[in-house]
């Protein structure tokens, strides 16, 4: 809150989502993974074929969140809704896990 506070331009609190690279030697490797990681719940995930024929296949969640907290230094929320923020945050980071 002491950093907030002084903060002279904007301030955004920000939980980036879970993101996991996983290089395969084959598309149907990559598949099978895309597969399990899409039942389980990842659903931004997808598989990338580079120019060389490098098979990429990217774990993602949704578990994002980004508000913005003042705006040209001036707080925008109260101390109390800043700690629910982190409340949420950390209950995404437990679904991450």
Request: hydrophobic share 40%.
């Amino acid at each position: 809150m002491t950093a907030l506070e002084k903060a002279t331009g904007d301030v955004v609190f920000k939980f980036e989502p879970f993101v996991l690279h996983v290089l395969c030697q084959e598309l149907q490797d990559a598949q099978l993974l895309h597969s399990v990681a899409i039942d389980s719940g990842f659903r931004n995930s997808g598989i990338t074929v580079g120019r060389g024929g490098k098979i990429t296949m990217a774990v993602r969640s949704t578990h994002c969140l980004e508000v913005p907290l003042s705006h040209k230094g001036r707080l925008m929320v109260s101390e109390e809704y800043i700690e629910f923020l982190v409340h949420v945050a950390n209950q995404k980071m437990e679904e991450n896990i």
